[in-house]
């Protein structure tokens, strides 16, 4: 069995220095990076893949979460995010509403794609054990990325989460195979989805944040291990041959505008 339809849903647009996408790669040029989520659709069920920037850390980081996110303010000011773009809009202009989510698979729990979490009380989610429990603790530069206010509810004792350990076939079909790619950070994940069309489409997430970075196997500066992102890209790559995949890089413009525009889906 195959997922049937693959919808993209651009929840911002975030500037940065490619520098910092494409480790030491054109430093002080402007990268104007793309922060989807996507859904999934499947005979079983759906699947949302990642939950994109929240709202309210734009709207109010002090204030946001338990412990707020001062810290976030002068990183938002190069972020762009219309009220068309707040992922229960997105969901809307596809026919969904959140109730309607079955399934959320995290890449990882970085600001840019563990927003919104608060919106899926009922679905189940998925993500690496490893990842979940650093979240809690980061260190060095990667305590920038991780806002408590996007994902404390994962500790919530009415929260369905799979913590998982390495890959995760989601339906046990084949169709949606979440796979470890740590390096980003430690308990990053890629997705793998079967579609009866398109065929085999990788979404590498943020194991390259840049086309150019996953062809020249170069991570993101601030990445956890460069080492673990090296070989996390290389991995995917051989997945990608052996199965005749489509790669999709997360951030990247260009790869995310191929991709159909809601709401029209990859099927």
Known sequence: MSATALYTLNTAHWTFDFSAAVQMQNPGEPYRGTCPAYLVEHPEGTVLVDTGVSPDLVADPASYGPAGAAHMAPLLETLE??????????????????????????????????????????????VQKQELRYAFYPDGVQ?????????????????DVTAVHGEYDVFGDGSV?????????????????????????????????????????????????????????QAIKRRAARTD???????????????????????
């Open 81 to 126: 995010q219309s009220e068309d773009q707040h992922l229960v809009n997105l969901l809307d202009g596809i026919g969904y509403a959140p109730e309607d989510i079955d399934i959320v698979v995290m890449s990882h729990l970085h600001t840019d794609h563990a927003g919104n979490i608060d919106l899926f009380p009922d679905a189940e989610f998925v």
């Open 143 to 159: 305590r920038l990325f991780y806002v408590t206010g996007d994902f404390h509810h994962l500790r919530r004792m009415d929260y």
């Open 177 to 233: 195979v979440a796979f470890p790619t740590p390096g980003h950070s430690p308990g990053h994940q890629s997705v793998q989805v079967e579609l009866p069309d398109a065929g085999t489409v990788i979404l590498a997430v943020d194991a390259a944040n840049h086309r150019e970075g996953y062809e020249g196997e170069l991570a993101a500066s601030f990445a956890h291990s460069l080492e673990d992102s090296v070989e996390s890209i």
């Open 245 to 267: 995949a489509d790669v999709y890089v997360h951030h990247d413009p260009d790869d995310i505008g191929s991709l159909p525009e809601p709401p029209a889906a990859l099927e």
